[in-house]
Every structure is written in structure tokens, then in C-alpha cells.
């Protein structure tokens, strides 16, 4: 049963009413509305200021997880001769995707389904030069003792059927506000550059034929991300030519 003393309990409990309300939430909030209206206006703006406040949440695990990341990186970099992290980009899911994600999971409209059914509104995405350093970053994050791990998915090892290879983890880190801990989720995506070029290209590709890639570029994508991979295995084991000279 919805918790309809929740003040984002919306009564229409329909997943159509949230999606509009969202869509129309800044002109209304921003005094755009008939004065018949004030109580909506007034929902309204509540529901955007519970979001802001929910999505900011999100946002202090990202600084958190990518302070995390700074301090492994500076701290490598001191120590040997390459970098483990080529870059890392950060992503605050926009509440338009939230919300249509919570429409495909059929989810109640409130925050508390949302937080215990989605857990990739905060997400960093780690591209590494090497196989070998996505996982040594992934050790590395997972072993710190404030970290939880909620869900591995290794499509490194088991590559999905259309090529993509990374490594997905969902963490929750602390975040200490001020009048309590909440521990928030974060979706790591870890991956090799070329990993990383294939799924650029393959996204762009799956968007422009809204899914629906026509069988010949399927395959050649596919053909791709096997040559990316094999690309990954040529350059560890030139890296480990490489130490190994230097020593
Ligand atoms: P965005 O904007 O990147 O976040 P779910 O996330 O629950 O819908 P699932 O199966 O739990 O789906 O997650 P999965 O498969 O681990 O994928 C989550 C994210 O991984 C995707 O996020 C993509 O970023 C990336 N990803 C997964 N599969 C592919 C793929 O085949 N190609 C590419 N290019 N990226 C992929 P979203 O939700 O798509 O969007």
C-alpha cells in the first residue's frame, strides 16, 4: 500500500499525472497558473522542492565516490610511471529519465520506491587505458570499508550478445548530512578507452534507429567490439613488455 500521508503521495495514482507534472512543474511553480489553482501550484512546487532536495542527495554521493577516485589516482600517479584512470564523467539522471524509468517499472510515485527501486540516478562512468586498472580500480573502491556493493554485473567477462563490454558495479557510499547518514546508491561503469569508443559509437547508432539497428551494422558492430577487445589484450601485453623492461 502507497503511503498517503507521504506529502509526495500523489493522489491520482497514475503514472501519466507525474510525468505531466513534471513536464509543467517550472512554469506552474513560477506563479504561471490561475488563482483556482493555488492548491496544485502548491503541490507543485512541493514536488520540485522534495525532488531537488532528493536529487542532491545523489549529487554529495557523486563528490563523495569522486573524491574517492581523485585520492586513488593522485596517489597512483605518485608511485608509478602511467595513470590507472584515463577520465571519469559523472551523471545526475535528469527527472525526465527518472521518471519515465519509473514508468517501466511500473513504480508507485513516490521518492521512497523510487530510492529502493532505481539505483542508477547517480552514476560515474571510470575509463581506464588498460583492462588490468578497471580492475584494479574496482578492488580498490570496493575494498574501502565505508563502501557497500549491491550488484556486480561483469560484461567484461561475459560480454552482452550485441558486443558491449564493461564492468557494472552498484556501491552505496555514506553520505553524512546534518542531522543523519543516508548510504545512496551509485551505478560505476568501468571501462578500457576502446570499450569505451565502441559503446559511444553503438549508442549514437542504437539512438538514431531507435533500437531497431539494422542486421548488417548489427554485425559489424559486433565484429567492432571484438577488435576492441582483442585491441585490450595487444596493448596489456605490451604494457607488460614495457614494465617489465623498465625493471
Ligand atoms: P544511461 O543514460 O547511460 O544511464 P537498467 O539500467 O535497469 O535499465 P540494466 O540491465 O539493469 O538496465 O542495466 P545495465 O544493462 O547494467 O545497463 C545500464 C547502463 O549501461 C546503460 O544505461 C548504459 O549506460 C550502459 N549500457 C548497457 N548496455 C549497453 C549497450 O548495449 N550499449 C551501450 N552503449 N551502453 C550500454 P542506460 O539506462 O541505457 O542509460
Known amino acids: 500500500m502507497p503511503d498517503t500521508s507521504h506529502p509526495l503521495h500523489v493522489e491520482r495514482n497514475t503514472q501519466a499525472l507525474l510525468q505531466d507534472m513534471l513536464t ?14 493555488d492548491r496544485l ?10 525532488l531537488t532536495r532528493f536529487r542532491l542527495r545523489y549529487k554529495f554521493a557523486l563528490d563523495a565516490v569522486t573524491t574517492k577516485i581523485d585520492i ?44 529502493a527501486s532505481i ?38 567477462r561475459a560480454p552482452k550478445p550485441n558486443g ?26 568501468i571501462r578500457t578507452i576502446a570499450m ?7 549508442h549514437q547508432i542504437h539512438y538514431k534507429y531507435e533500437g531497431a539497428v539494422p542486421d548488417g551494422l548489427r554485425d559489424e558492430l559486433r565484429d567492432a567490439a571484438d577488435t576492441a577487445a582483442s585491441l585490450d589484450v595487444t596493448m596489456g601485453r605490451l604494457r607488460g613488455e614495457i614494465t617489465e623492461f623498465q625493471h
Open 164 to 189: 558491449y563490454r564493461s564492468l557494472h558495479l552498484i556501491i552505496t557510499v555514506p553520505v553524512y548530512l546534518s542531522d543523519r547518514t543516508e548510504h545512496i546508491p551509485v551505478e560505476l561503469q
Open 119 to 156: 539505483h542508477d540516478i547517480a552514476g560515474v562512468r571510470i575509463v581506464c587505458p588498460f583492462a588490468s586498472d578497471v580492475y584494479w580500480i574496482s578492488d580498490m573502491l570496493t575494498s574501502q570499508p565505508d563502501i557497500t556493493v549491491l550488484e556486480v554485473e561483469d560484461y567484461i
Open 24 to 37: 509543467e512543474l517550472n512554469q506552474l511553480s513560477d506563479g504561471g497558473i490561475g488563482s483556482g489553482h
Open 41 to 50: 501550484a502548491e503541490q507543485f512546487r512541493q514536488l520540485r522542492d522534495e
Open 72 to 115: 586513488l589516482r593522485e596517489e597512483f600517479e605518485e608511485a608509478h610511471e602511467h595513470s590507472p584512470i584515463e577520465h571519469v564523467r559523472t551523471r545526475l539522471k535528469s527527472p525526465q529519465s527518472l521518471v519515465a524509468k519509473m514508468v517501466k517499472l511500473d513504480l508507485e510515485p513516490t521518492m521512497e520506491a523510487v530510492q
Open 196 to 202: 569505451d569508443f565502441w559503446a559511444s559509437v553503438e
